[in-house]
């Protein structure tokens, strides 16, 4: 099963900011346990591809990503880290060549059809949609998504667990993403039990949504 297609089997993708390298490896393990083993650590700390490192080397089995990748730079730091995927809030055509001639999985950020078709030239299929909510959310998504046919989206801002089984009913989403699973709070208050909870939480919530779809 190659990077996108396990991504999507999870349909939950928590998104991590990790201020404290040292916490990545109980962090891997709190995921697992939850039975979610995913993370997008993203590049909004000087350690992020540290953290990488360590959650991979503490927790082989785990899928982990960078998020927040704003350059061809970074995309080279944490694919040197182990990252086996890049996400972009946005649609940056020198990270997404360079992850293509990489053979590298790459999720690129799009708020707009054309910055979609943009991506979809490139042969890409999964798109961040980003901000899911302050952008208009579902209605937005339903709007576009038919002169878009073949395009998926990974939602994420505004994505908690109180809306991710609406988000996970639409038959364009490829997984739901967000960073309610790890806050800087549990991780400073060394909270992994709870993000145990949530993790969990998280994946009956995929099950429930998909099985609700697939009994239509």
Aim: charged fraction near 15%; proline fraction near 5%.
């Amino acid at each position: 099963m190659d990077v996108l297609s396990a991504l999507g089997g999870l349909g939950i993708i928590p998104v991590v900011k990790i201020e404290d390298s040292n916490d990545a490896a109980r962090l891997g393990e709190a995921l697992m346990k939850g039975g979610l083993p995913c993370a997008e650590i993203t590049f909004r700390t000087h350690n992020a591809g540290e953290s990488i490192q360590r959650m991979i080397a503490a927790r082989p089995g785990m899928l982990v990503g960078a998020g927040t990748v704003l350059s061809v730079e970074q995309a080279k730091q944490a694919v040197s880290a182990g990252a086996r995927f890049i996400v972009s809030p946005g649609l940056n055509l020198l990270v997404i060549d360079w992850c293509l001639e990489q053979g590298v999985s790459v999720i690129p950020g799009i708020a707009t059809p054309s910055e979609a078709m943009l991506a979809m030239s490139r042969g890409l299929n999964v798109l961040k949609f980003f901000p899911a909510e302050a952008l208009g959310g579902i209605s937005y998504l339903n709007a576009i998504s038919p002169a878009l046919p073949g395009a998926r989206y990974i939602p994420t801002g505004g994505i908690g667990a109180e809306n991710m089984i609406t988000w996970l009913k639409l038959p364009y989403i490829h997984a739901v993403a967000g960073s309610w699973l790890v806050t800087s709070k549990l991780l400073k208050e060394g909270g992994f039990d709870e993000i145990t909870r949530l993790a969990s939480q998280a994946v009956e919530n995929v099950n429930t949504a998909r099985q609700k779809t697939e009994a239509r």
